[in-house]
T-cell receptor, first 116, second 113 residues
Framework: EAGVVQSPRYKIIEKKQPVAFWCNPI?????LYWYLQNLGQGPELLIR????????DSQLPKDRFSAERLKGVDSTLKIQPAELGDSAVYLC??????????????FGEGSRLTVL | AQKVTQAQTEISVVEKEDVTLDCVYE???????LFWYKQPPSGELVFLIR??????QNEISGRYSWNFQKSTSSFNFTITASQVVDSAVYFC??????????FGTGTRLTVIP
C-alpha cells in the first residue's frame, strides 16, 4: 500500500514569491491534515479536511495561506506571498475515520521550504 | 489547555545501552490519548504507540516499552539495547476529545556505534 505522497521534497524561493505543495493521501483515508514543522519543534496543525470540507482551519494564516481538497482526495497548500518566516517543513498526513478519532495518523516525508 | 513537555532536547547513547525518553503532559480532560511518534532522518513521522487515559497498564513491544503514570502525568518511553537505526527524533503527543494531536518539541536520540 502506497503511503502519503508529497511534492516537492525541497523548494527554495525568494521572499514574496508564491509556492505550492501537493499531497496525495493513503487511498481510502477521508481525513487529511497539513502540519507546519519549524526547526527543532513539533508539528503544528494548519488545517484538517474531512473529505473535501475544511473542518479546522483555525491555525491557518489566511492572509497568505490557502488550501484546497476539491475532490476529497489530493490536496494543495499554497503560500502567496512567501515570507522569510515561512521557511519550515510542511507535512501532510492522512487518517481513516477511526484513526482520526484516536490520533493514528500517517505522515508523508514533508516538503522543506527555504525562503531567501 | 493542553501541554506536552519533553525536557530532553538531545540524548546520545552508545549502541546497546538502554535509554528512556521522558514526556510530561497537562490536560484538564479526564479522557485523552497519549502517543509516541518517531521521525527518522527521512522526515516522515511514524506512529509507535497510543494509550488512552483509562489504561495505565505498561506495554512492551520488542525492545520498546512504555510507562504511563497518571499520578505524575508522565508517559515515558524506553528503548532497550539501543541500535543505530533507533537514531531519530521522538515526539510525544496528546489528544483530547475532538481536538487535534498536540505534539511536544521532540527529543533527538543519537545512537553511537
Amino acid at each position: 500500500e502506497a503511503g502519503v505522497v508529497q511534492s516537492p521534497r525541497y523548494k527554495i524561493i525568494e521572499k514574496k514569491q508564491p509556492v505550492a505543495f501537493w499531497c496525495n493521501p493513503i487511498s481510502g483515508h477521508n481525513t487529511l491534515y497539513w502540519y507546519l514543522q519549524n526547526l527543532g519543534q513539533g508539528p503544528e496543525l494548519l488545517i484538517r479536511y474531512e473529505n473535501e470540507e475544511a473542518v479546522d482551519d483555525s491555525q491557518l494564516p489566511k492572509d497568505r495561506f490557502s488550501a484546497e481538497r476539491l475532490k476529497g482526495v489530493d490536496s494543495t497548500l499554497k503560500i502567496q506571498p512567501a515570507e522569510l518566516g515561512d521557511s519550515a517543513v510542511y507535512l501532510c498526513a492522512s487518517s481513516s475515520r477511526t484513526g482520526g478519532d484516536t490520533g493514528e495518523l500517517f505522515f508523508g516525508e514533508g516538503s522543506r521550504l527555504t525562503v531567501l | 489547555a493542553q501541554k506536552v513537555t519533553q525536557a530532553q532536547t538531545e540524548i546520545s547513547v552508545v549502541e546497546k545501552e538502554d535509554v528512556t525518553l521522558d514526556c510530561v503532559y497537562e490536560t484538564r480532560d479526564t479522557t485523552y490519548y497519549l502517543f509516541w511518534y518517531k521521525q527518522p532522518p527521512s522526515g516522515e513521522l511514524v506512529f509507535l504507540i497510543r494509550r488512552n487515559s483509562f489504561d495505565e497498564q505498561n506495554e512492551i513491544s520488542g525492545r520498546y516499552s512504555w510507562n504511563f503514570q497518571k499520578s505524575t502525568s508522565s508517559f515515558n518511553f524506553t528503548i532497550t539495547a539501543s541500535q543505530v537505526v533507533d537514531s531519530a527524533v521522538y515526539f510525544c503527543a496528546l489528544k483530547t476529545g475532538a481536538n487535534n494531536l498536540f505534539f511536544g518539541t521532540g527529543t533527538r536520540l543519537t545512537v553511537i556505534p
